[in-house]
């Protein structure tokens, strides 16, 4: 009787198969991205009424939240491929997260941008040293070191080593990004707008069209990703093939 | 549109900036993939041809 083939994960890791996949795989992804941001800004803009307290500034949340959950996540998910690249050595983990950082580092910006946007007439200021806000300063200027350290090392494979250890330590930075608030209990920034306690969590009125904002957020990292890691697979076979004329 | 009242110009602002970033990313992600996809493309003819 012939057994069933089952396909392991690490065949992804292949960058043929890689590319293979995600030619069928990426049209899909984007367009639903595309799909679920305007359902869900469009929503979250023009059918959703003004907070009691916060006034018409309550809409930006739908830009907000979903940047700053991704600017976290993302850092995460190069973790995970770090960690890959590092305990298995592929290289399309290793060029995955180089792909996932200017991705994440804009959506960092954009939290940052619209908090402080955000933070002036609700705050009375632009710019606190508030736990959250300085972990999440401190999570950019790691985005753009990380960034930097790929861009300044020639050889790739030293280069994914390097910046796979400075993801390792930025990865603090991104968890207190996450758990400042609830760590020291002080500062101006709220506490996490998605809660499982109903109490804390916001209205419905206002989370169903975040929810769909956030879904669009996570299906635009991930197009953005796919994208990008397929042009450093590719980037990278350049390298190799015009080291391997010049050998010649 | 909504009224967004006093908080109008806070709003748009927010929008704006996030929009401008998000749709420079994307197309900065798309020009570059075309361009190494031309690249890796001629490259790999040359070495063919050089056999």
């Given at each position: 009787m012939k057994e069933p083939r089952v396909t392991s994960l690490?065949?992804?890791?292949?960058p043929k198969k890689f590319i293979e996949t995600t030619d069928k795989l990426l049209p899909w992804v984007a367009m639903l991205a595309l799909i679920c941001l305007v359902t869900g800004l469009i929503w979250g803009f023009f059918f959703t009424p003004d907070d009691y307290r916060q006034g018409a500034t309550v809409k930006i949340i739908y830009i907000h939240v979903p940047s700053a959950l991704m600017a976290i996540n993302a850092w995460l998910m190069m973790l995970v491929a770090s960690l890959v690249w590092i305990v298995r050595r592929h290289h399309v983990s290793a060029l995955a997260a180089r792909a996932a950082a200017p991705v994440g580092l804009v959506m960092t910006l954009i939290a940052l941008a619209t908090g402080a946007i955000w933070g002036?007439?609700?705050?009375?200021?632009?710019?606190?040293?508030d736990p959250r806000l300085t972990s999440f300063l401190v999570l950019t200027l790691f985005y753009f070191g990380y960034i930097a350290l790929w861009a300044a090392i020639e050889n790739d494979d030293t280069a994914a080593d390097l910046t796979s250890i400075l993801c390792l330590v930025g990865s603090v930075f991104a968890v207190l990004s996450r758990y400042a608030v609830n760590f020291w209990n002080q500062g101006l920034h709220q506490g996490a707008?998605?809660?499982?306690d109903e109490k804390e969590n916001v209205a419905d009125v206002f989370y169903h069209p975040l929810l769909v904002s956030i879904a669009g957020f996570v299906l635009l990292f991930i197009a953005l990703v796919l994208l990008r890691t397929r042009t450093e697979i590719r980037a990278r076979r350049t390298r190799a093939l015009l080291a391997r004329e010049r050998m010649n | 549109m909504p009224d967004l009242g006093k908080y109008a110009d806070t709003v748009l602002a927010a929008y704006a900036v996030s929009l401008v970033l998000i749709l420079g990313l994307v197309l900065i992600s798309v020009i570059r993939s075309t361009r190494v996809k031309k690249q890796l493309e001629a490259v790999d003819k040359k070495v063919k041809s050089d056999g």
């Open positions: 690490w065949t992804y890791a292949n002036q007439p609700m705050w009375g200021t632009w710019w606190a040293w707008s998605l809660s499982l | -």
